[in-house]
C-alpha cells in the first residue's frame, strides 16, 4: 500500500474539507505517518475517516486513535505556536503526540496506560520526535511537575474538566477539549488569565470518549 498517497488523500478529502486551513496542522499532518501508530494488522485502515480502537488494558477502559478530521479541526482550534509547551492528556499510541512536537517547542504526553505509553515512547523516539516527553500518571491530574503549559490539549470527549488541569496553564494560556457524550458533545476553548478561567463554545462535534474525568453523582432524597 502506498502510504504517503494514503496520507495526501486524507489531508486532501478528510481534512481540508472541514474547514481546517492553518498551514502549520496541514504541513503536520502530511508528516506524521499515521500507520506508525496503529495496530499492526489494521495498517492498511490507518487513513480511514474513522477512530481507530487501541489495544489497551481492559482496566483502564477502551482507547482510540482519534478520527483525523476531528483531530485536526481541535489542533487548529489550539493556535498552538513553535515556542509552546503543551501537555497532551491521553495520548495512547503517540499520533497526536507526533502532530503536536511539529506544531510546539516540547510536549508532555501523558498516559495511564502504561503498555501505550511504553509503545508511544518506543514509536516517537523512532521517528525522531525527540521534543516529546512520555509521561505515565492519573489523566485527571495532568502533570503538575511540568507545569506550567501555554496549550493543554484533552484526547477524547470528557464530561467535566477537573479544576486541577485548569490550574495547570500558564497565565495567557488555553486548555482545548471536547465536552460531552455523543452528538451533543461540543469542542471547547477554556483559557486562563489572571488567575482565572473562561470558556467559550467552538463547534459541535462527536469524538470516543477518554476514560475518567465524570461528574461527581450527587443524592437526590
Known amino acids: ?62 482507547r482510540y486513535l482519534m478520527e483525523p478530521s476531528p483531530l485536526a479541526k481541535l489542533l487548529q482550534l489550539a493556535e498552538i505556536s513553535k515556542g509552546d509547551k503543551v501537555l497532551e492528556i491521553g495520548c495512547g499510541t503517540g499520533y497526536a503526540s507526533a502532530i503536536l512536537s511539529e506544531l510546539a517547542g516540547s510536549v508532555v504526553a501523558l498516559e495511564s496506560d502504561a503498555k501505550l505509553a511504553a509503545e508511544a515512547s518506543t514509536t516517537l523516539a523512532r521517528l525522531g520526535h525527540a521534543n516529546v516527553s512520555v509521561v505515565t500518571g492519573d489523566m485527571e491530574k495532568g502533570h503538575a511537575a511540568g507545569a506550567p503549559y501555554d496549550v493543554i490539549f484533552v484526547h477524547g470527549a470528557v464530561e467535566t474538566i477537573p479544576a486541577s488541569l485548569l490550574a495547570q496553564l500558564s497565565d495567557g494560556g488555553s486548555l482545548v477539549a471536547v465536552v460531552g457524550f455523543g452528538n451533543a458533545s461540543r469542542a471547547q476553548v477554556f483559557l486562563r488569565e489572571n488567575g482565572k478561567t473562561s470558556e467559550r463554545l467552538a463547534f459541535n462535534t462527536a469524538v470516543k470518549p477518554l476514560p475518567g474525568f465524570r461528574l461527581a453523582r450527587e443524592f437526590v432524597f
Not at 22 to 49: Q, T, W
Open 1 to 62: 500500500m502506498n502510504f504517503e498517497a494514503a496520507r495526501i488523500k486524507m489531508v486532501d478529502n478528510q481534512i481540508r474539507t472541514t474547514d481546517v486551513t492553518s498551514h502549520a496542522v496541514l504541513s503536520a499532518f502530511l508528516s506524521v505517518p499515521r500507520e506508525e501508530f496503529v495496530p499492526a494488522g489494521m495498517k492498511p485502515l490507518a487513513y480511514i475517516d474513522t477512530d481507530i480502537e487501541l489495544p489497551s488494558d481492559p482496566a483502564a477502559g477502551k
